[in-house]
Each structure stands twice: as C-alpha cells, then as structure tokens.
Nanobody, 120 residues
Framework: VQLQASGGGLVQAGGSLRLSCAAS????????MGWFRQAPGKDRVFVAA?????GIYYADSVKGRVTISREKNTAYLQMNTVAPEDTAVYYC?????????????????WGQGTQVTVSS
C-alpha cells in the first residue's frame, strides 16, 4: 500500500485547508484511514480516522474544527478555523483491521507527510 498525502501549505490563522490522502496498491488493506500530525520537537499524535463504512473518530483537540471524510481509497481532512498550534507535518496512515484506533503503532502504512504552517 502506498499513501500519497497532499494539500498542505501556508495558511493564516482562522483560515481553512483541505488535505488529501490517496491510497494505491493493495487498497483492500486500508480498512481504516487516519491522519496524524507531528509538531517540531513533539511526538506524532492522532487527529482523526475513518473506516470504509463511515465510522469516524476525532481527537478531542480538533473536534468541531476538523472533518474527515473518505471516498473509496482517498481520505480527506478538512481543517477550519486553523490556529498556529495546528502547525505540524500531517501524515496519513492506514490500518488493515476495521477498528478505529488512535495509537500510532496500530497503523501499518504511512504516507510521506505534508507540511501545514499556520501564521498568526
């Protein structure tokens, strides 16, 4: 499975951004697709995840500002009202079992990451 993330960039605080993650290869192994982020000097943390059937799970820190969606083998992360603390490299990930899980170690496949920078 290959995951290709895109859509990052520089955005002003209060603005919006949409990230995309396209899966290719053995896409039957992407039962769950998720987004994580890693700020400089910090651990990679869970943002949101979605199953093929539409089950969704958000981190408390982003609830109400972020929407995850999925169309077949592409996952999207719509970020609204962004703030400087949202600045990070955003990674998409996928796991084989159809159970949403926020733990980094549970995901089998990772994309290359896309930088999101929010200016104040």
């Amino acid at each position: 499975v290959q995951l290709q993330a895109s859509g990052g960039g520089l955005v002003q605080a209060g603005g919006s951004l949409r990230l995309s993650c396209a899966a290719s290869g053995r896409t039957e192994s992407t039962a769950v697709m998720g987004w994580f982020r890693q700020a400089p000097g910090k651990d990679r943390v869970f943002v949101a995840a979605i199953t093929r059937s539409g089950g969704i799970y958000y981190a408390d820190s982003v609830k109400g500002r972020v929407t995850i969606s999925r169309e077949k083998n592409t996952a999207y992360l719509q970020m609204n009202t962004v703030a400087p603390e949202d600045t990070a490299v955003y990674y998409c990930a996928a796991k084989r079992s159809p159970v949403v899980n926020p733990r980094v170690a549970r995901y089998h496949y990772w994309g290359q990451g896309t930088q999101v920078t929010v200016s104040s």
